[in-house]
């Protein structure tokens, strides 16, 4: 590799574009593939408002997501960085297929339980990292200018499990620009661990028509059902060989409570009429409790609820 790698981010939306700042800024080459406002970054690049500062910056490519891109071929990467919803029609293997190579290492920032398998089927000879992201950014109305709000921390490691030389690499180019960054050993284990409140509280908000976490948990019987769902979440877990803390529960309402107007990526997507990554978040955990015999029965009762709101 060389010592300044070539990063190659696809689907450069909100978070694509804010860990390509940081990877910029620790002295990478970056270059993004978007499916949006890929006229003003081609001329002006990304405006990046951070509490870690301006990251603005003019990526090295620019390239449309789907687009033709003839010239892919003389494009070296390194590293490239899959940031795309993980959705039932979204070939992500085919998006990031025009930037791997021999030797390139693939890293999915994305959200979801067991969503690494298509990628890795499609690309079996490529090392694969999966990262988990922990963070408030979001694109605003102005093409290329993303707002950074708080947080960035990732966990990181080799699907399924291991940590290798590529993700040492990788966490030290964030750790310098201020990215806190966790090596895991067992990524599955960490997707789980976010899973416990991600799929509970992001299918709900829809129900919910959008609603904030506080909105939700002050509802009459609001907490008890966010509290039955994360059991079920944690026993599908410990069934697929992941058992988590006994606390992680009462440790997750606690933490809810400390965000009164906050509203989740999911909340978010559906007031602005974006898809949703439900299968993703939601249909996975359920389909995993069906095949190891778990039962989840508010759970399926939720993607039932929200199949038949979205027909």
């Not at 190579?101 to 979801?112: K, Q």
């Not at 877990?237 to 965000?259: E, F, V």
């Not at 399926?300 to 199949?307: D, G, K």
Request: net charge negative.
């Amino acid at each position: 590799m060389n010592d300044k790698p070539h990063i190659v981010i696809v689907g450069a939306g909100a978070i694509g574009a804010f860990y390509g700042a940081v990877l910029k800024r620790a002295g990478c080459r970056v270059s993004v593939v978007l499916r949006s406002d890929y006229d003003a970054v081609a001329e002006h690049g990304f405006t990046v408002n951070s509490p870690l500062g301006d990251l603005s910056y003019k990526p090295d490519g620019v390239y449309r997501k789907g687009g033709n891109n003839a010239d892919t071929n003389d494009v070296a990467a390194d590293y490239v960085i899959c940031c795309v919803k993980v959705l039932p029609d979204t070939d992500r293997a085919a998006l990031i297929a025009p930037w791997v190579s021999a030797g390139t290492r693939i890293v999915l920032i994305e959200n979801g339980i067991d969503i690494e398998p298509p990628v890795a089927e499609a690309f079996p000879d490529n090392p694969l990292i999966s990262c988990l992201a922990f963070i408030a950014v979001n694109r605003t109305e102005v093409p290329g200018v993303i707002e950074h709000v708080a947080y960035g921390r990732l966990a990181l490691g080799v699907w399924p499990e291991g940590v290798t030389e590529d993700c040492r690499a990788l966490a030290q180019w964030f750790e310098q620009e201020g990215i806190d960054v966790k090596l895991a050993e067992s990524v599955v284990r960490e997707r789980w661990i976010k899973s416990v409140w991600n799929t509970p509280f992001n299918p709900l908000s829809v129900l919910a028509g959008g609603a904030d976490m506080a909105s939700m948990l002050d509802a009459p019987g609001g907490e008890a059902l966010a509290r039955a769902l994360m059991a079920e979440v944690t026993a599908v877990a410990a069934a697929h060989g992941y058992p988590l803390p006994d606390d992680i529960i009462d440790r997750n309402i606690a933490s809810t409570r400390k965000m009164p107007g906050y509203r989740n990526s999911m909340a978010l997507d559906y007031l602005a009429g974006r898809p949703m990554e439900i299968e993703a978040i939601l249909g996975n955990v359920v389909a995993i409790a069906g095949r190891l015999s778990i039962p989840v029965p508010r759970l399926e009762t939720i993607r039932v609820a929200l199949a038949m709101r979205h027909e």
